[in-house]
């Protein structure tokens, strides 16, 4: 039988498990609990209604938080030095090729987010199994290989995240701090929704959200409306 801590079964007493909440009342109580002297995350998971069996209804796709996560991201911009300059200006915390093909072939994998562009995909295509086991690896489908390299880097830098249903059918992101202002946490709550079932492949029959959970880094998760 799992067995919780003091603190998490403390901060349960103060909330409803089996309650349906609405995303504003699940945010309040989460800001309730909280107990622990760090800057909890702030975590969406959602219940798809997506047949397993069928591989080709794979649910992926991006989220743009207008108030961010609350976490700095490291990025690193795989591009030839012409677009190298227009990356570093948009914020990219590392940008070349060859040089850092070079270091991630020797082990280095200092950042959060990997891009390129089409005429670099080549080159970069031999880093897939370093890059790829990590979740690094650029790739088209979730915007990260793009022609529109400062665009990108700007809408990375300021809150957008990438998301992927798992094997059980399920999807999970980070939607800011426990710290955010309510408003700003409900904002990027509904940017996120909004963003989930925009991914819904057209082949879903049936419900395609079908529950949808909040919860911090230490607390409790709490069924909201959807």
């Not at 609990?33 to 069996?53: M, Q």
């Not at 996560?69 to 030095?81: D, H, P, Y």
């Not at 080159?123 to 489908?141: F, H, N, T």
Request: charged fraction near 25%; glycine fraction near 10%.
């Amino acid at each position: 039988m799992k067995k919780y801590s003091k603190r998490y079964q403390e901060g349960s007493k103060k909330v409803e498990p089996e309650k349906i909440y609405s995303g504003a009342e699940a945010i309040a109580a989460l800001k309730g609990v909280k107990a622990v002297k760090f800057d909890e995350t702030v975590e969406l998971a959602c219940r798809l209604g997506v047949d397993l069996k069928k591989g080709e209804l794979v649910v992926r796709g991006t989220a743009a938080l207008p108030h961010g996560t609350g976490k700095k991201v490291r990025i690193l911009a795989l591009v030839k030095e012409a677009q190298a300059v227009e990356a570093t200006e948009a914020g990219a915390d590392f940008a070349g090729v060859d040089e850092y093909i070079a270091k991630i072939s020797g082990g280095w994998t200092d950042f959060d987010v990997a891009i390129t562009t089409p005429d670099c995909l080549k080159d970069v295509a031999r880093l897939g199994k370093i890059l790829g086991p990590r979740g690094l690896m650029p790739s088209p489908k979730n915007g990260t290989v793009t022609t529109t390299i400062g665009q990108t880097i700007k809408e990375l830098k300021a809150g957008r995240v990438e998301f992927r249903m798992d094997k059980g059918g399920n999807v999970h992101l980070p939607i800011g701090k426990i710290s955010f202002e309510e408003q700003a946490l409900s904002e990027n709550l509904k940017s996120a929704l909004d963003a989930i079932n925009a991914a819904a492949p057209s082949a879903v029959k049936g419900q395609f959200l079908k529950r949808a959970y909040l919860s911090t880094t230490m607390g409790p998760s709490l069924i909201i409306k959807i």
